[in-house]
């Protein structure tokens, strides 16, 4: 008996845009600070019904075998029981997602 795929939901900030995509491969790259997503998952190409988002992420990510994304970009990964429809949406005002606050620097000296 085969073990089942491993199906992964990565839901992260991208340029005020949250990206949600499916993915069978995720983990922690050797490039500091980032994760690899690879093997990315798109609905069925037989569907009758095309979702313009979905369409968007497939031309997004034509051609791309790996994805490199900044740990602190990413808002959530679950592991999923099949995949669902991949977005990408506003993070507009009035959301509930903030990018996460980075340190202050310290201001000029002598003052």
């Known amino acids: 008996m085969s073990k089942p795929r ?7 900030l991208n340029q005020g845009q949250i990206y949600e995509l499916y ?12 994760i690899e997503v690879e093997e ?3 609905g069925e ?10 369409e968007r992420l497939k031309n997004e990510f034509a051609g791309v075998q ?4 900044p740990m602190h970009a990413i808002i ?3 592991e999923v029981e099949k995949e669902g429809i991949g977005k990408i949406v506003e993070a ?20």
């Open 92 to 111: 507009g005002p009035g959301g509930n997602i903030h990018s996460f606050p980075l340190p202050f620097s310290p201001g000029p000296k002598g003052k």
């Open 66 to 69: 790996r994805s490199f994304i």
């Open 23 to 34: 993915a069978s491969n995720i983990y922690q790259s050797d490039l500091y600070g980032f």
């Open 45 to 54: 190409r037989a569907q009758m019904v095309v979702d313009p988002s979905e």
């Open 40 to 42: 990315f998952l798109f």
């Open 6 to 12: 491993q199906i992964y939901k990565v839901i992260f």
């Open 76 to 78: 959530r990964i679950d």
